[in-house]
């Protein structure tokens, strides 16, 4: 059992997740959007948008300072067990609370707005319940047990096991003993980002960084062929006048290939 | 030198009778598609008013186009690039969907359900086409139709004017506008979109958006001055104009010329120097119309011709550049000017400004509109429309203004002396520096010219035209686009909701 949660769920959510990114890339360029709904709702949005991903990305940098620094990193760098933990926690919870704000409003603006329910895809409600399911055990893990609880050492056990993964031997028994709480949000992580590809959330990988250096106007030859001229309205109505008994063709039927130039026809 | 080609529009305003056929027809080609109800590539507003979507030409609020920065350097209204990207998760310069309108659909099922014998006659309810509930309509892409709005007072050109206008209501003056995309030389729409999907073709200047690499960031609605890039709110995508770029290419004129009732569009192209495009644009504002005029380069020059030839454009085109009737109004006579130049943004659909508003005001005040001496009178005396169309086509200079509606005044007199009196006015044709033949030219490209006359569009380079055959479909007809149909349906994730 511990092996299949341990072992084989994650490696299989991050093989949904490379997968499916690759997947839709390919074949869903044009679904590949931050599905902007602000024209139909901007009060709401105005404050919960910015709150809601400044809080991510800073809730994004300590996870990756959690999971992926190991603690005897910054033992040597002289970091005491202390520091740590309370620059953790205050980071956690100020942009977590920021998170939490940002989804609650972006949440209440689906459900306030009949517009914006109007627009809101499955996909979107599955989305917004993986959201606030992952940020509510994420919270309670730093403020009910890190801030106010006995406290766990996720850095000697979870983010061993973290980095084991991409070592490739993971060591399922880190993990059976952590709080229930921390083992929910392990695993729900990783069933998260199983779904990412699926959401509106592949925005992310489009940040248009790239807009900081390119030149303003953008010029881009056609691609593809052009189509084939069409006639002058002087020319079908002397083809059509001129064979009366033919069905009235709108377009003469003159092949693309053997016509050299734009047909002129004229009386 | 950089030479380009820019397939270009000018209206000639006073033959526009507000009749709408050209935003029905666009409407119908383009943009009657969930997501879109809102939207007009191509809507006629009358002016005075404030527009669609509602005072657009405010840049105050929505900070669109371009300005000088304090070291006189171009630079777009909203801000640098590092400034916009801060805002994209909550882009405060975008217009709601209320400031365009809430679309509306009506039960009209009702009118042959309703049960007999009522005393009341069924009436159709509207309902919302955002949330599918009854509602009250307020308001709509015309609703100032004719100066039926009552929000004359409140247009941004009137700024200064107001009072005058109000006072002088019995001398009140009106002209319908209608309105594409400009497909500018210098887009701000293109420079403000962080994905680069917002592109100018090389081969026309259209403007378009590439709808597989639009990931929604909705910077280019606001970037734009003119509010002519929509998004659909069902794909989350940007939409604009498309110049009908598919008749374009086969040498058709857009949809909206091709139907036009009054005949007032003219599509031609223009030659225009890339390299000449940036210093066009930073000039001081009074200097904006002629530097604009100076980056288009003259179709009958032997060096330009051999320059377009060099950059590969085919013979056919360097010819359709000699015949192009927007060469002729906006460079021969100088009778087209731009919209908003101030903008910055060096737009390409041109308009001949309209007379009406001036012969209006001159039988009001008692001259005879069929006099030129009266008119020439009438457009020194009454500063109010010429201020107007000044502040629209001039970026505020009345003279300019003044000067093209003195020509298109003359040539009217000119043109009813030889037809009714069988004389030639030259005392009119010294008044405006045009010889006979060029005005008689004018006159016929204002008021006769047919079809071929208005619309001169070389097809696109016909040499390809055979690779068609491979290409199996239409390219419009991916999901979402107007095509909407043929070919397998590709794979779309969370863009459908359900009806």
Known sequence: MSTFVWIVVPYVCVGMFVGGHIWRWRHDQFGWTTHTSQILENRL???????????????????????????????????????????????????????????????????????????????????????????????SGTVVINLFGEGYDYRETLAVWFRQIFHLQPDPSLMTGAPLVFQLHAIGGFLFLAMWPFTRLVHVWSAPLAYLWRPYVVYRGRRGPAPAPQPAPSAVRTVSAARPSAQPSVRPAVQPSDQPDRPTVKA | ??????????????????????????????????????????????????????????????????????????????????????????????????????????????????????????????????????????????????????????????????????????????????????????????????????????????????????????????????????????????????????????????????????????????WYDEDAVLAAATVPDEELLD??????????????????????????????????PVWKLISEYRIALPLHPEYRTLPMVWYVPPLSPVLDAAGAAGRDDTDADDIFHTIDDLRIPVAYLASLFTAGDTAVAGGVLMKLAAMRAYMRARTLDGTVARELLDGIGMTADQVEAMYRLLAIAKYDERYVIPAAHAKTAAALEDLGGCSLDGDGGPGMGGGPVPVILSTRRGQ
């Open chain 1, 45 to 139: 949005l105005r404050l919960g948008s910015p709150l809601f991903h400044l809080g991510a990305f800073g809730v994004i940098a300590g996870h990756a300072m959690g999971l992926l620094v190991p603690a005897s990193w910054t033992h040597a760098l002289g970091v005491s067990e202390h520091v740590y933990h309370l620059v953790s926690v205050t980071g956690g919870v100020v942009t977590g609370v920021m998170l939490v704000a940002g989804l609650t409003l972006l949440i209440a603006r689906r459900f306030v707005s009949g517009r914006i329910r109007r627009v809101t895809t499955t996909m979107d409600k599955v989305l917004y319940a993986a959201l606030a399911a992952m940020v509510v055990l994420g919270m």
């Open chain 2, 291 to 324: 530097a604009q005029r100076g980056v288009f380069l003259d179709p009958f020059d032997p060096a330009v011709q051999q320059a377009a030839r060099d950059a590969g454009h085919p013979e056919e085109w360097i010819e359709a550049a000699m015949a192009s």
């Open chain 2, 1 to 270: 030198m950089r030479i380009r080609a820019q397939v270009a529009m000018v209206m000639n305003l006073d033959k526009c009778i507000g009749c709408h056929t050209c935003s029905v027809t666009c409407k119908q080609t383009w943009t009657n598609r969930e997501g879109t109800e809102y939207v007009w590539f191509n809507n006629v507003e009358t002016k005075p008013g404030i527009g669609y979507p509602k005072h657009y030409e405010d840049q105050e609020r929505w900070k669109g186009g371009w300005k000088l920065d304090g070291k006189g350097r171009l630079v777009l209204r909203s801000g640098g690039r590092a400034k916009r990207l801060s805002r994209i998760f909550a882009n405060p310069d975008l217009p709601a969907i209320d400031d365009y309108y809430e679309p509306a659909t009506f039960d009209k099922d009702i009118l042959v359900s309703a049960p007999g014998g009522l005393t009341d006659t069924p009436v159709k309810k509207p309902y919302s086409k955002l949330t599918g509930e009854p509602m009250s309509i307020e308001w709509g892409a015309n609703w100032e139709d004719s100066l039926g709005g009552d929000t004359m007072d409140q247009d941004p050109n009137l700024r200064g004017l107001a009072d005058k206008v109000k006072f002088e209501f019995e001398k009140t003056f009106m002209f319908h506008l209608p309105r594409i995309c400009e497909h500018c030389l210098n887009p701000a729409c293109v420079s403000a979109c962080p994905s680069g999907a917002m592109y100018k073709r090389e081969e026309d200047g259209i403007v378009l958006v590439d709808q597989d690499r639009c990931r929604g960031w909705r910077m280019c609605v606001s970037a734009c001055p003119y509010k002519k890039v929509y998004v659909n709110h069902a794909t989350g995508k940007a939409e604009k104009c498309t110049f009908c770029f598919p008749r374009i290419e086969a040498g058709q004129p857009t949809i909206c010329s091709e139907t036009c009732v009054g005949r007032l569009r003219y599509l031609g192209i223009l």
